[in-house]
């Protein structure tokens, strides 16, 4: 059974910086593609960046592309977004998730979810 554990938000203030973890369990976690997504408050929750399975592509949402970086380590099961010049609108909880069909980069088709991670830019 797939269980993705997320970890590093927090509050920082606009310009800061974070590094998201989420720690895959239970499965081939280098076989797959990876990606994490967020939701604001009263909002739909969007795709924020994917990475494919050996790491050597990688998708990004526009609003999001040039400060963020999605990565991952194979051999410790675990993705990350290292997010820089943060802004006010980059708030929301974000979620990891992993595809059980595609090694190639998507925006859609994510079977299993982290619980999420709240992330506040606030002054």
């Known amino acids: 059974q797939v269980r993705l554990v997320e970890s590093g938000g927090g509050l920082v203030q606009p310009g800061g910086s974070l590094r998201l973890s989420c720690a895959d369990s239970g499965r081939t976690f280098s076989n797959y593609a990876m990606a994490w997504f967020r939701q604001a408050p009263g909002k739909e929750r969007e795709f924020v960046a994917s990475?494919?399975?050996?790491?050597?592509?990688?998708y990004y949402t526009s609003s999001v592309k040039g400060r963020f970086t999605i990565s991952r380590d194979n051999a410790k099961n675990t993705v990350y977004l290292q997010m820089n010049s943060l802004k006010p609108e980059d708030t929301a909880a974000y979620y990891c998730?992993?595809?059980?069909?595609?090694?190639?980069?998507?925006?859609?088709?994510?079977?299993?979810w982290g619980q999420g991670t709240q992330v506040t830019v606030s002054s």
């Open positions: 998730a992993a595809s059980s069909t595609s090694r190639l980069v998507t925006t859609t088709g994510y079977d299993y």
């Open positions: 990475i494919s399975w050996r790491g050597a592509s990688t």
